[in-house]
């Protein structure tokens, strides 16, 4: 039997980037999985892009991903999907 490999062997080395990128497509699968019946998957993406991006510049990037989804997740459950399709800024005005 081969022991365990340590823990720091075990911990993703990818780059702070890859990791929010990553944070970023986990975030993107659970937001299509309760949106997208509602408002379709190319609000879903949109609405989580926007959200995003509005942190484009900020130093501290470690929770950007969680903090857009919940943006994002405001945005598409109190806003009517009718709303966002004809005005695609709709509801990010009211979020942080």
């Given amino acids: ?3 365990a490999a340590p823990p720091e062997a075990t911990v993703d080395q990818g780059s702070p980037a890859d990791k929010e990128q990553a944070a970023m497509r986990t975030a993107g699968e659970r937001l299509h999985r309760r949106f997208d019946d509602a408002v379709g998957a ?3 993406d949109r609405v989580l892009d926007e959200a995003f991006h509005r942190f484009d510049g900020s130093r501290i990037r470690a929770f950007i991903p969680i903090l857009a989804e919940r943006i994002a ?3 598409l459950r109190t806003t009517p999907a009718r709303e ?3 005005n ?3 509801g990010l005005a009211d979020q942080v």
């Fill in 88 to 90: 695609p800024t709709a």
């Fill in 84 to 86: 966002l399709a004809d």
């Fill in 1 to 3: 039997m081969e022991p």
């Fill in 42 to 44: 190319g609000e879903v």
């Fill in 73 to 75: 997740t405001d945005i």
